[in-house]
């Protein structure tokens, strides 16, 4: 069992940056990502990052501004905004994958079996 927590939601202002952390207990050899879901709208994918922590993969809208790392030892995730915009307003959510995945695969939801609670990021004007 995998148990995902996120942290470094808060305030920001446009063109600010923020940095998201995600801590990992149990087993989490598999790749890992940020899903967001803003107020009236479906989650999307946001990043991932391979299981090595090599190989990283963005939304069009990310790229660019948001940069994702792993720090392996730790067991844990970043996914650092920058140059924020009002539309990054959202509920940011850390997840596991169940397997490898690849440039297809990183954006699905459905190759993520854990899930973290989400962390707020508000943009102010």
Known sequence: QVHLSESGGGLVQ?????????????RTSNA???F??????????????????TIPWYAD??????????DMFENRIYLHLTNVRPEDAAIYYCAASRGPLNSLSASEQD????WG?????????
């Open 61 to 70: 809208s990310a790229k660019g501004r948001f940069t994702i790392s792993r």
């Open 32 to 34: 890992m990502g940020w």
């Open 14 to 26: 446009t063109g600010g940056s923020l940095r998201l952390s995600c801590t990992a207990s149990g």
């Open 111 to 114: 190759e993520y079996d854990y």
């Open 36 to 53: 967001r879901q803003a107020p009236g709208k479906r989650r999307a994918f946001v990043a991932a990052i391979s299981a090595t922590g």
């Open 117 to 125: 609670q989400g962390t707020q990021v508000t943009v102010s004007s």
